[in-house]
């Protein structure tokens, strides 16, 4: 097959090709839930801070590596820029004041509000007030390190459970789902067959009525 030039404008220059759209960055609700699940592992080890560089790419390696939850490895870039778009729904709906529908708004929920400076936009930022002196007795200081250790256990224990829930509810939607498509399918057989019989019987009609115009015209001619 001959390849197509590229067109050339009036004054003899060629036009360049147009270039084709980026794909859309794409994310099964797989890799959505284990996206959320490194995340917050990541972001309690870093005390609710922003993670860096090399957290995300661990996250993002993590993500990659579940074949079944994602269709193509996943850049740290997609992920922190999912991330971001989640926490801005969040954001917004939460604003709305109305109750939520979004699948993932409680699990965002249960991460975001967990640090004030979090809600705001501002993470792993520490008001004035609350700032840890610089110096602090060993006693409170063993006490505080097992009061953060013991928080983060219950936070992570918290959201394994959140998304242990998820996920049942995502299978329940899946049955649910396949089985409104058999009914459809089912429905729309019984249509087809009803339809074709209804044909079968209107053609049978048609026919028995010419075949008694017939013999009624005969009958006549031979009366005459």
Known sequence: MASIAPQSEPNGRTRPEPTAR??????????????????????????????????????ARHVSSRGASSRAPKTLTQCKNKIESMKRR??????????STWPLF????????????????????????????????????????KKRKGAASWVMEALMSLEERERKAMREIERVRAELE????????????????????????????????????GKGMAAN
């Open 106 to 145: 409680h699990r965002l929920d249960l991460l975001l509000r967990c640090s004030k400076a979090e809600a705001n936009g501002e993470e792993g930022k520490i008001p004035a007030s609350q700032e840890i002196p610089a110096k602090i007795p060993a006693k409170y200081e063993l006490m505080s390190e």
């Open 22 to 59: 980026p794909r859309r960055d794409e994310w099964s609700d797989g890799a959505i839930s284990t996206l959320l699940g490194a995340y917050q592992s990541k972001w309690v080890q870093r005390n609710r801070a922003k993670l860096k560089s090399q957290d995300w790419a661990d996250v």
């Open 182 to 217: 058999a009914k459809r399918v089912e429905m729309e057989k019984k249509e087809t067959a009803i339809m074709a019989s209804t044909q079968l019987e209107i053609e049978k009609l048609i026919s028995d009525g010419r075949k008694n115009g017939r013999k009624s015209t």
């Open 90 to 99: 969040y954001r917004s709906e939460s604003s709305s004041g109305a109750v």
